[in-house]
């Protein structure tokens, strides 16, 4: 009998939240120490994903191959199913989940003192949900585990988070709640739809929600789709998506959530939960509504570059820390969006290894900032100089992480851009004038991350921060941890990129019969 490993590494994270309700409330040492030894573990067999899997494996049934997939009856008479399986597409999201929560955690010990097994509790809730949107296969099962990531977030910053939190918990529910529910109306016109269409040649069919199986109806022409029905569904999906990415004009959640979020909930918003939104684009709307992706491909690229300029110029702006930073990612998540609608294997490859450079990259500078913030209660640039006398370690590391935001070759950012890039010159529905705004974005990047770099790094140490000590054992851990795959990915990619390209071909030939009769 085949081992279920999606399923342990999926509710490992759960289990470890009922353990933690046994855990007297007032021993947060205890509770911490637990939620870490249960966040090491599930990384740890996660680790048998990547081992085992086979990069052009013929597993599974269908045109989108899927290996370690498990299926139980959950709902027959619906044709919905408990379905889990992952791809080239989600292995290394789910990798990077699994490896950024023990990294979140350790963070914790210097950044939360209050209710803080309810914070791990929360932590932990939160890790299954976001593994069970990269691993579902059946819609509903997506959708339940999609909108449930909105529960713990929400909680984490509004009782964690700064002094507008609950304002900032507030409208991240509530934006991100909007989008979800369009996707639930889609998911059930999908269905009904779906249902319809193959009981003319099956009388009695009831209908399923398995995702292989509509895409399986989709490409044999058992199951076609109107133009305006199928850019309606796209709509519904995308804008859900594009809330959490999140997409310029739909981005103005996320500094507030960042600014208010503790130093790990902001960590997991960035490393994570943002990439759902990149991962449903690819999943669902190029797979499912081609035509549709297509159509809006041109669109949808405007918003991207205007996204990578706006969040360049505006996190330039800024005086705060934690703002620049996230206003950084709304920058960086352009790209990934440009990459995905470049609607080639280039495009889509570049997108998937960005997402994980973002969540490495962005999660570090984020831990970074928290360090200086835990020593002095202020995140205002002006408030620092000189840190690099005072804390040379903590100095070297951020000029590591610094420079692979801003794309430097050599490390890991420079490799998920300038794939992107390439794929947005080659595509056919983009071209040159997108690439050239891509390559402003990233010009922009180095000047706003070498402007933090030079006002709370460099000049004279003034008198507040003439005291500060270097990083402890446990940020220098979490840290280095994050810039250990960092320089790995920059000096080599293929590893990342190797188990990916059959699955970023089934998707990219799902697109090929209406880019070429456009």
């Known amino acids: 009998m085949q081992v279920p490993i999606l399923s342990f590494v999926l509710w490992l994270p759960a289990l470890g939240a009922l353990l933690l309700l046994t855990v007297p409330r007032k021993s947060d040492e205890l509770a911490r120490r637990i939620a870490l030894v249960v966040a090491v573990v599930t990384f740890l067999v996660s680790l048998t994903l990547p081992l085992r899997f086979v990069p052009e494996s013929a597993l599974g049934a269908g045109p989108v191959t899927m290996q370690f997939a498990e299926t139980l009856p959950w709902l027959p008479s619906w044709g919905i199913s408990y379905s889990l399986a992952i791809d080239g597409v989600s292995l290394w999201l789910v990798m990077l989940t699994t490896f950024l929560t023990p990294i979140v955690v350790l963070s914790t010990w210097d950044s939360v003192h209050k209710e803080v097994r309810n914070f791990q509790i929360l932590l932990l809730l939160l890790t299954t949900a976001m593994l069970g949107v990269f691993m579902a296969q059946d819609l ?43 996707m639930l109306l889609a998911v059930i016109g999908l269905y009904v739809l779906h249902r319809e269409s193959i009981a003319v040649s099956q009388p009695g069919y009831q209908g399923t929600l398995n ?15 109107e133009t305006a029905t199928e850019r309606l569904l796209f709509g519904a999906f995308f804008l859900a998506f594009a809330i959490k990415v999140p997409l310029w004009p ?40 081609p035509e549709a992706s297509r159509w809006a491909a041109p ?25 620049l930073v996230a206003y950084s990612s709304v920058s960086h998540m352009g790209f990934i969006v440009l990459g995905i609608f470049a609607l080639n294997s280039e495009g889509i490859s570049g997108a998937i ?9 962005t999660g570090a500078l984020f831990l970074i900032v928290g360090v200086l913030y835990e020593r002095r209660h202020t995140r205002e640039m002006a408030a620092y100089s000189g840190i ?24 890991n950012g420079f490799i998920g851009e300038f794939v992107i890039m390439q794929g947005a010159f080659l595509s056919p529905e983009l ?88």
């Open 250 to 289: 739909f981005h103005t959640w996320l500094p507030d959530a960042h600014v208010e979020a503790p130093t790990a909930g902001s960590v997991v918003l960035a490393g994570v939960l943002l990439k759902l939104g990149g991962y449903g684009m690819i999943r669902y709307c190029l797979t499912l509504f």
């Open 431 to 518: 071209g040159w004038p997108f690439l050239a705004f891509a390559v402003l974005g990233v010009v922009l990047a180095a000047i706003y991350l070498l402007k933090l770099y030079r006002e709370v790094f460099m000049g004279e140490v003034n008198e507040a921060s003439a005291g500060l000590p270097d990083l402890n054992q446990r940020e220098l851990v979490t840290l280095v941890a994050l810039c250990i795959p960092i320089v790995i990915i920059g000096l080599y990619p293929g590893f990342l990129f190797g188990p990916m390209q059959s699955s970023v071909a089934e998707v990219v030939n799902g697109l090929a019969p209406v880019i070429a009769g456009r």
């Open 353 to 361: 290894i960005q997402m994980i450079n973002h969540g490495l990259s």
């Open 140 to 182: 509903l099962l997506f959708y339940i585990f999609w909108e449930f990531t909105l529960i713990p977030m929400t909680f984490l910053i509004g009782i964690w988070g700064g002094s507008n939190r609950v304002y900032a918990a507030r409208k991240f529910f509530l934006y991100t709640f909007a989008g979800s529910v369009l």
């Open 388 to 411: 690099w006398t005072v804390m040379p370690i903590y100095a070297g590391i951020t000029l590591l992480v610094a420079l692979s935001s801003a794309g430097l070759p050599g490390l």
């Open 211 to 225: 995702f292989g199986a509509i895409v399986a109806d989709l490409r044999s022409g058992a199951f076609v789709l």
């Open 299 to 323: 669109a949808i690229g405007v918003l991207a570059v205007i996204g990578i300029i706006y969040g360049a110029i505006v996190a330039f702006a800024q005086t705060d820390m934690k703002k």
